[in-house]
């Protein structure tokens, strides 16, 4: 037995025993309505919302605000893309996306964050390597703040979980601000329902 297996197994034998965890409020009471409350934290974070008229498809609406965009990345049934994400291939692929297209599991009203998990992404560089990430979101599937966002089953059953908050942005000494330095130069949400045959 090596010393790191005595050592592992001294601190399992002198574990304290297990108590609950403290029952912590969530702080929705007068909480705003959610849509109205993301779009305005989502925009004051450098997102940006994009409306789809009835009758306007999702690809058409892309081409509309993407027009130099040659390759687009879509994991969601509802735009066709021309790059194929297989889960398990090599991420430095994805350098080459111009537009990537993901549908968030859920949002937070309070910081106009989107969340994600391995089965959103496919492969979790996705929304970080691609130029712009568009994010189909189900207005239904919008909570009020993080206290509610850590009730979802998201952060127990998911292997990778991360909440998205506007696109990349970074600030030099002298306040410049700059997007898309270290991830997308932008990120748009479009309110969209999910179909009832996706899961």
């Known amino acids: 037995m090596s010393s790191r297996d005595i050592i592992l197994a001294q601190v399992r034998v002198n574990q304290p025993p297990a108590s609950d965890l403290p029952k912590v409020p969530l702080?929705?009471?007068?909480?705003?309505s959610p849509w109205p409350q993301f779009?305005?934290?989502?925009?004051?974070m450098g997102?940006?919302?994009l409306d789809c008229p009835e009758g306007v498809h999702l690809n058409a609406l892309l081409a509309q605000h993407f027009p130099q965009a040659k390759i687009i990345a879509s994991v969601v049934?509802?735009?066709?893309?021309?790059f194929n994400v297989l889960q398990g291939e090599d991420p430095h692929r994805l350098a080459e996306v111009d537009v990537a297209?993901?549908?968030a599991r859920?949002?937070?009203?309070?910081?106009?964050?989107?969340?994600?998990?391995e089965q959103e992404l496919v492969i979790n560089a996705l929304a970080y390597l691609a130029q712009h990430l568009v994010v189909l979101l189900d207005v239904n599937e919008i909570v009020?703040?993080?206290?509610?966002?850590?009730?979802?089953?998201?952060?127990q059953m998911a292997q990778y979980a991360v909440l998205?908050?506007?696109?990349?942005?970074?600030?030099?000494?002298?306040?410049?601000?700059?997007?898309?330095?270290?991830g997308v130069r932008s990120l748009s949400v479009i309110a969209y329902q999910r179909t009832p045959c996706v899961v």
């Open 164 to 182: 998205h908050s506007g696109p990349s942005a970074t600030a030099d000494i002298e306040g410049t601000l700059v997007h898309g330095a270290q």
């Open 47 to 49: 997102g940006q919302i």
């Open 27 to 32: 702080f929705d009471a007068d909480l705003p």
């Open 39 to 44: 779009q305005a934290s989502l925009q004051r």
């Open 77 to 82: 049934p509802e735009v066709v893309g021309n």
């Open 101 to 103: 297209v993901v549908r």
């Open 144 to 155: 009020g703040n993080l206290h509610q966002a850590y009730q979802r089953p998201e952060f």
């Open 106 to 117: 859920f949002a937070v009203a309070e910081t106009g964050s989107v969340c994600f998990t």
